[in-house]
């Protein structure tokens, strides 16, 4: 790409606010539900800032138009790094996506129109059938979660009533041979006392 056409696209691009064509990412959409969605990632950001800042960096290219242009480039890059404004700027990408898809199937003809209203609905039932699959299995990984926190309940509870029962064990084996020590001591007691005359006063 040609470092003067580059630092153009950028502007353009800058000055309509559209950061995903100035960083050159695929731009947001909407899918058949409705619902915004955008394929980039936080590392495609900061591979595409890195690709572009080398070509428009204004050390390599003196002039107001590079240190113009890596500004937008810097700024695209924070917006875009930013999950919270990452997340308005798909929004709004989505809404003009939507809009361009709308315009184009109001100017299809009317057997274009069909077939984009079939695939429409075909995508629309495949991604309502993967939505209530995935909604079954977070409902079933859910279930097995509470199933093995009440099984580890109840394996420690056990665990517990375990100890607690051999302590109680060993409780009464040590009391039981306490009370045999010390009536061995009584009786031991008592029959040193037998061969001595008792003192009456």
Not at 64 to 73: M, Q, T
Not at 75 to 103: N, Y
Not at 138 to 161: F, G, N, P, T, W
Request: aromatic residues 6%; charged residues 40%.
């Amino acid at each position: 790409m040609d470092v003067q056409n580059a630092i153009a696209r950028i502007q353009l691009a800058f000055k309509d606010k559209d950061y995903f064509r100035l960083m050159e990412l695929p731009s947001p959409d909407v899918d058949e539900l409705g619902r915004p969605w955008w394929s980039g990632t936080s590392a495609d950001v900061s591979k595409a800032y890195r690709r572009l800042s080398i070509l428009v960096h204004p050390d390599k290219n003196p002039g107001p138009d590079a240190r113009a242009a890596f500004e937008a480039l810097n700024k695209a890059h924070r917006e875009l790094k930013d999950p919270g404004s990452r997340e308005e700027l798909v929004k709004a990408g989505a809404e003009a996506g939507r809009q361009k898809r709308e315009a184009a199937e109001a100017a299809a003809t009317p057997e274009e129109r069909v077939v984009l209203y079939a695939a429409r609905k075909e995508k629309t039932r495949e991604l309502k059938k993967q939505e209530g699959d995935s909604f079954q299995a977070e409902i079933m990984r859910q279930l097995k979660e509470k199933q093995d926190r009440a099984k580890r309940k109840r394996d420690m509870l056990s665990r517990c009533r375990r100890q607690d029962e051999d302590y109680n064990a060993a409780e009464a084996e040590d009391a039981a041979e306490e009370a045999a020590r010390s009536a061995a001591r009584r009786q031991g007691a008592a029959k040193s006392r037998r061969g001595k005359p008792r003192l009456i006063f």
